[in-house]
């Protein structure tokens, strides 16, 4: 089964600064798709930004991008720039490249934006 | 844009009971979820939902749960006989396609804490 790890329960960053979230994953599967969430005290999940395994650029959404390492099965998130609006529980997610979007989560990162 | 909602926002209720959740996907969306959240720990997936029949459940979504969409616009979970370990946020989901392609990535509404006392 597949699996999602994050090993930072918190992190905190001075505003304007930038961070990097980290999350590992398990499958054996080789298509796939790794997503980072979003969730602030309004309890809403949005989401941050999306990468299909098989495309080897990393994606970029304004000031969040991913380092993906496929081989490593490693998805990071980096915030640039960071903005007291981004703080928010973050959680990483894969969902397969078949059937539903049955996502697997990490259990969370509490990211804390210190002014 | 559009919103997935999710009523209410907390619901408790007396082990035993059963409880209704309800949630108004994205209007053009045609696959619906319900997912949890068990205080502290990770966001599971419960059931997917298309074309008014389960297409995936999970071992979690046993039968004290069901899933209704009983008009045009709502979407519930049901759960018949409240047991204290359900008490946890659950939060309905919607997308207008089947895959996580570009276009169609799952769209969460704000929650509905149960509390089961």
């Known amino acids: 089964a597949q699996t999602v790890t994050q090993s930072q329960p918190e992190m905190s960053v001075q505003e304007a600064e930038t961070v990097t979230l980290s999350c590992t994953y398990d499958?054996?599967?080789?298509?796939?798709?790794l997503f980072w969430y979003k969730q602030p005290p309004s309890r809403q999940m949005i989401l941050v930004i999306r990468?299909?395994?098989?495309?080897?650029q990393n994606a970029t959404e304004n000031r969040f991008s991913v380092n993906f390492q496929k081989a490593a099965k490693s998805f990071s998130l980096k915030i640039s720039d960071s903005q007291l609006g981004d703080a928010a529980m973050y959680f990483c997610?894969?969902?397969?490249?078949?059937?539903?979007?049955?996502?697997?989560f990490g259990q969370g990162t509490r990211l804390t934006i210190n002014p | 844009e559009p919103e997935v909602t999710q009523t209410p926002s907390h619901q408790v209720t007396q082990m035993g009971q059963e409880v209704i959740l309800r949630c108004v996907p994205i209007?053009?969306?045609?696959?619906f979820y319900w997912y949890r959240q068990i205080l502290g720990q990770k966001v599971e997936f419960l059931v997917s939902?298309?074309?008014?029949?389960?297409?995936?459940k999970s071992e979690i979504f046993d039968d004290q749960f069901s899933v209704e969409r009983p008009d045009g616009s709502n979407f519930t979970l049901k759960i018949r006989s409240t047991k204290l370990e359900d008490s946890a946020m659950y939060f309905c989901?919607?997308?207008?396609?089947?895959?996580?392609?570009?276009?169609?990535?799952?769209?969460f509404g704000n929650g509905t804490r149960l509390t089961v006392t």
């Open positions: 997610a894969y969902n397969p490249s078949q059937g539903a979007q049955k996502l697997v």
């Open positions: 499958t054996s599967e080789s298509d796939y798709y």
């Open positions: 209007s053009n969306h045609l696959y």
């Open positions: 939902f298309y074309n008014n029949e389960i297409s995936e």
């Open positions: 990468q299909e395994a098989y495309k080897q």
């Open positions: 989901a919607s997308s207008p396609l089947s895959k996580a392609l570009e276009n169609s990535p799952l769209h």
